[in-house]
């Protein structure tokens, strides 16, 4: 394999982060002035999803994201390089990734149903326009938490809350959202809490959230951000 395929995963990583990036932004935090973020959360979930499945496919074979990959021989180069696979290359398309991710990976995607239901949502807004009755800025959330970040965590050892556009607050506001919402969330060894009180505001989710978050601040040394 010829060293331009071999970039071709970290490629799409760098472009997977800048998308998840503004993806977390945008469906957590709330601007007058841009009320369109949610809907911008939804197409930039759906952007970093796609990048990051096929980023872990990628890992396994760089050729493996292509479809109809015979295509790209015209018959008379004497390799496949990176250029030829711009022009003629052909990526799976989002709905048929998570059969093309277990396919060469063996890996089962969690958390199909939002998915198919973001996938909806994502084709209403580039083909038309914004779903009624949708909640767009959660459904953005519980794809990244249920999905992206899970899979992240395991396959590449980042996790998705390290990721917005607003480093300098920390973790706090996604945290915040993503607690009243009771999603779990990878949570990296440097977690922090500083703009809320955070056994107070645990204390409106479900028991088994609490237990759950409470043994995840135990497993990295965290349990004083309980304590205030």
């Not at 503004?22 to 990048?51: C, F, K, M």
């Not at 970040?149 to 959202?177: K, M, T």
Request: glycine content about 4%.
């Amino acid at each position: 394999m010829n060293e331009e395929l071999r970039q071709i995963p970290q490629r799409i990583f760098k472009l997977a982060i800048a998308s998840l990036t503004q993806a977390n932004t945008h469906a957590v935090y709330v601007d007058p002035r841009n009320d369109h973020w949610d809907v911008l959360s939804i197409l930039n979930s759906a952007h970093a999803g796609e990048l990051f499945l096929k980023t872990i496919i990628a890992l396994e074979h760089p050729l493996l994201i292509f479809r109809e990959i015979f295509s790209i021989d015209d018959g008379s180069s004497p390799d496949i390089d990176l250029s030829s696979l711009l022009q003629k290359g052909r990526t799976h398309d989002f709905e048929r990734l998570p059969q093309a991710l277990w396919v060469s990976t063996g890996i089962r995607l969690p958390n199909p149903s939002c998915y198919e239901r973001l996938r909806r949502a994502r084709n209403s807004i580039q083909h038309f326009c914004a779903p009624k009755d949708v909640e767009l800025g959660r459904l953005s959330l519980e794809f990244i938490y249920t999905i992206i970040d899970p899979l992240i965590y395991q396959q590449l050892g980042i996790c998705a809350i390290n990721f917005h556009e607003n480093p300098s607050v920390g973790y706090d506001y996604i945290a915040q959202r993503l607690i009243r919402e009771s999603f779990k969330f990878s949570m990296p060894d440097d977690f922090g809490i500083t703009e809320f009180d955070l056994a107070d505001e645990l204390k409106s989710v479900e028991q088994a959230y609490r237990c759950w978050f409470a043994g995840e601040l135990e497993r990295i040394g965290k349990t004083n951000l309980l304590k205030f």
